[in-house]
């Protein structure tokens, strides 16, 4: 009932520190972050339970030996800078991430479809450093750069990369598969076709940087 209660409830008064503790534990097993902010030894159970513990400068000692982030002023807004900072780099972490699994992704899958057709190796090395720089590096500094705020999905993960890197990398290495073969068949030189598909993944790398945060949204 405890438990329940506090899932249920938003403000409570006059609690213990045990019970302050068992808030706490309540809400982490619901698979929520838990922030505590304490000032006094009454604090020190539920600070050191949560996942993010936040005191001012003038608390007690104890209060600020357990704490994650001081406050140097009274006002709570320094927070929500946190907040706002954590949040961008998580997301664009996370597209970062999409990024290069998605690299892997149609790359294991051209290198198999051309092998497949005998035809060769797909790019050269020097050419592969050439689409690693334009379709990951780069786009990479910009994701992070202007990665946007907001709610970090904390539940799927999997299938949030999933539902991104693989359409796009069976996309990607069928399409390039195609411009392979066009130019190989139409030149009869491999490096034509190693060439084309330089190319074709450095242009496909800049488009999946669009497609992960289109500049307009409705």
Do not use: C, H
Request: hydrophobic share 50%; proline share 4%.
């Amino acid at each position: 009932q405890f438990e329940q209660a506090a899932i249920e409830n938003t403000i409570f008064g006059r609690v213990t520190p045990e019970q302050e503790r068992r808030v706490v534990n309540a809400l982490r097993e619901q698979g929520e972050a838990v922030a505590v902010i304490g000032d006094g030894v009454n604090d020190l159970a539920a600070m050191r339970q949560a996942q993010l513990s936040i005191t001012r400068k003038n608390s007690s000692p104890a209060a600020l030996s357990v704490a994650d982030i001081i406050l140097l002023e009274d006002s709570s807004q320094a927070l929500l800078r946190v907040l706002d900072r954590g949040q961008r780099i998580a997301n664009g972490l996370l597209d970062v991430l999409k990024l290069y699994l998605n690299q892997v992704g149609y790359l294991t899958l051209l290198i198999l479809a051309i092998w497949g057709l005998d035809q060769g190796f797909p790019y050269q090395t020097k050419q592969g450093t050439l689409i690693t720089i334009g379709s990951i590096i780069l786009p990479s500094l910009a994701l992070v750069l202007w990665a946007p705020a907001g709610v970090v999905p904390r539940t799927r993960l999997g299938w949030l990369l999933a539902r991104f890197v693989v359409p796009s990398a069976v996309t990607i290495s069928a399409a390039t598969v195609l411009v392979y073969r066009f130019f190989v068949l139409t030149t009869g030189d491999v490096a034509y076709g190693q060439l084309a598909v330089t190319y074709t993944l450095t242009v496909s790398g800049v488009v999946l940087v669009i497609l992960l945060r289109p500049p307009f949204r409705g």
